[in-house]
């Protein structure tokens, strides 16, 4: 079969698409005809080797959609979409391929209505979001959340899953251009993180209480801010140190203000925990509370090295691989 395989790691214009063997079904499999791929910023962060639990020779990627080719008869033809978390594409082959094995109990059945390159960019951008939202975070409705970050992929998603579990999103943008985009979501208000102070502004917005909860995706620059914007036994997830590593941190503030610091790392999930995650996902989108990311751009396979720079260059939206062209 066709697979994105790396033997080292090294520059992204050294990426090949190649054949690969394919491995015999073990006991309890499946094998999944990949439909649909989603690259994401994590998958070229593999092939440049910034993870260094990957071992090699890799398949690379993370997300997918497909159906069932092989496996337990009552399986066979099931549509399918899943995340890796941190085994895919990192541990074991991953989704940029033509065909995938899987445990039969890491696939997850996909949502009706949602096309295979629809499902395969929700992967993790709602993985990510779900699990500092609701498993760490511990989201209630009618709580207030300040989504850093909220422009991208994971903080898009954040907006929208924190509106459809009645919470009440705020998103912290950069560029003043993601507003409208940001409103659609349901974000309840939508601060820019160069000229406004993200703490008063919470604070008018929540009647001086502050936010239950801060979601940081970004890193360093904004762990100030959105630790000022928590009220008493408010909570911050942080999933990204993308922006700065090192941070200040007031411990008398810490603990006079009850506060919780949540540390969030999917690329250490198992897939089961993934595609628990999904099962959980499912329902927001069969009943359109939350939607897909939009995409990009749509590649075949054989475009595998140009998708992966464009994703590594900061690409708005999400860049998807379409097996039916590799």
Request: proline share 7%; no cysteine.
């Amino acid at each position: 079969m066709k697979a994105l395989q790396i033997d080292r790691f090294g520059p992204l214009d050294a990426l090949e698409v190649r054949d690969v063997d394919e491995v015999p079904l073990p006991p309890d499999s499946v094998r999944v005809e990949i439909e649909a791929a989603g690259v994401n910023p994590s998958d070229a962060g593999i092939a440049l080797g910034r993870f260094p639990q990957v071992t090699l020779p890799r398949v690379l990627g993370r997300d997918f959609a497909g159906r069932i080719v092989e496996g337990p008869p009552q399986l066979i033809g099931t549509p399918v979409w899943g995340s890796g978390g941190g085994e895919l594409g990192l541990t074991r082959d991953g989704t940029h391929a033509q065909r995938l094995v899987l445990p039969a109990a890491a696939v997850s059945r996909r949502p009706e209505g949602l096309s295979a390159q629809q499902a395969a960019v929700t992967g993790v951008p709602f993985v990510t979001a779900w699990s500092a939202l609701v498993e760490l975070g511990g989201l209630q409705s009618g709580e207030w959340v300040v989504v850093s970050g909220a422009a991208g992929a994971v903080g898009s998603a954040a907006v929208a899953l924190a509106r459809a579990l009645d919470a009440h999103p705020i998103a912290v943008v950069r560029d003043r251009d993601d507003l409208a985009r940001l409103q659609a979501l349901g974000a309840a208000a939508v601060l820019h993180s160069g000229p406004d102070d993200v703490p008063a502004a919470v604070r008018d917005l929540t009647g001086g209480k502050g936010a239950a909860l801060a979601l940081n995706g970004v890193g360093m620059p904004v762990f100030g801010p959105l630790l000022e914007s928590l009220g008493h036994g408010g909570r911050m997830v942080v999933y990204s140190a993308q922006a700065g590593r090192e941070v200040e941190l007031d411990l008398f503030k810490l603990y006079r203000g009850s506060l919780r610091l949540l540390g969030l790392d999917t690329a250490a999930f198992p897939l089961l925990e993934a595609a628990r995650i999904f099962e959980k996902l499912r329902p927001f989108f069969e009943s359109g509370a939350v939607t897909p990311p939009p995409i990009a751009a749509s590649l075949p396979l054989s475009a595998a090295r140009d998708a992966y720079q464009r994703v590594n260059g900061g690409e708005s939206g999400k860049v998807v691989l379409a097996m039916g062209g590799a």
